[in-house]
T-cell receptor, first 113, second 113 residues
Framework: NAGVTQTPKFQVLKTGQSMTLQCAQD?????MYWYRQDPGMGLRLIYYSASEGTTDKGEVPNGYNVSRLNKREFSLRLESAAPSQTSVYFC????????????FGSGTQLSVL | AQSVTQLDSQVPVFEEAPVELRCNYS??????LFWYVQYPNQGLQLLLK??????LVESINGFEAEFNKSQTSFHLRKPSVHISDTAEYFC???????????FGPGTSLSVIP
């Protein structure tokens, strides 16, 4: 039972490079989320997808794009990475019927030099 | 828009002493409230949640939280902490069943032997 799977676990980028963080869940959840975690700031919502085919901005969407490819997958793209995007990124999913608990992936540690 | 405040960034407490971690939220509508815990080098896990009904909710490991609508609070308490409770604790809020989940900045609980 894999749950929420994120790849990669670690990534180092140079300023201006692009990359996509992948997230997949095998629990048939409707809602999926991308958060970033920074010291002293907790988790901040970047984008979320309440259902397949829909995406919405969260608290800190600038510099990111997302794609809800299908019900299972929700990817996060950095088109031109900046040092301010150095963070730990978490993907999460939720059944969505009554905002039950979020299931989190193990995180991606991203460093932008 | 909803927001979450956790006034205490760090809480040191001696083993077997009681602890309270404070959480206040702002919202103009009814909310769902959550406490998540993050153990060192791990992802987040749901500790307990308030969706409706009884305002006092409990977790399986001795934590409890009380929803106070008039004070817009959802403080987390435990009467006697253990070393294993050392972790980061995050309060979170959601306004509707399908809405985004917003997290507070977190409180680092350190249990001292």
């Amino acid at each position: 039972n894999a749950g929420v799977t994120q790849t990669p676990k670690f990534q180092v980028l140079k300023t201006g490079q692009s990359m996509t963080l992948q997230c997949a869940q095998d629990m048939n959840h409707n809602s999926m989320y991308w958060y970033r975690q920074d010291p002293g700031m907790g988790l901040r919502l970047i984008y979320y997808s309440a259902s397949e085919g829909t995406t919405d901005k969260g608290e800190v969407p600038n510099g990111y794009n997302v794609s809800r490819l299908n019900k299972r997958e929700f990817s996060l793209r950095l088109e031109s990475a900046a040092p301010s995007q150095t963070s730990v990124y978490f993907c999460a999913s939720c059944l969505g019927s009554e905002n039950e608990k979020l299931f989190f992936g193990s995180g991606t540690q991203l460093s932008v030099l | 828009a909803q927001s979450v405040t956790q006034l205490d960034s760090q809480v040191p407490v001696f083993e077997e002493a009681p602890v309270e971690l404070r959480c206040n939220y702002s919202s103009s509508v009814s909310v769902y409230l959550f406490w998540y815990v993050q153990y060192p080098n791990q992802g987040l896990q749901l500790l307990l949640k308030y969706l409706s009904g009884s305002t006092l909710v409990e977790s399986i490991n001795g934590f409890e939280a009380e929803f106070n609508k008039s004070q817009t609070s959802f403080h987390l308490r435990k009467p006697s902490v253990h070393i294993s409770d050392t972790a980061e604790y995050f309060c979170a809020v959601s306004e509707t069943s399908y809405d985004k989940v917003i997290f507070g900045p977190g409180t680092s609980l350190s249990v001292i032997p």
